[in-house]
């Protein structure tokens, strides 16, 4: 399965298909299975992850592929 990267209107990534989650040092964070969802305001308390922080601050991300 091929790794899909969606970008959620005014909310995070969703990143499905077998994604392996890293941080700077390398270090794997735990795979679930399910999709993963990555923040993109930069509030979230759980970062790399979503935890719904961008509703409470307005965060606006309506790209658009061309």
Do not use: W
């Not at 209107?9 to 700077?24: A, F, Q, R, W, Y």
């Not at 993109?40 to 409470?56: E, L």
């Not at 601050?57 to 790209?63: N, Q, Y």
Request: glycine share 16%.
């Amino acid at each position: 399965m091929a790794v899909t990267v969606k970008g959620l209107k005014n909310g995070p990534l969703e990143i499905s298909g077998g994604v392996t989650v890293l941080d700077h040092r390398g270090k794997e964070y735990a795979d679930t299975g399910e999709p993963v969802y990555l923040c993109r305001c930069g509030q979230s308390k759980s970062k790399p992850y979503c935890d719904g922080s961008h509703t409470g601050v307005g965060f606006k991300a309506e790209e658009t592929a061309g």
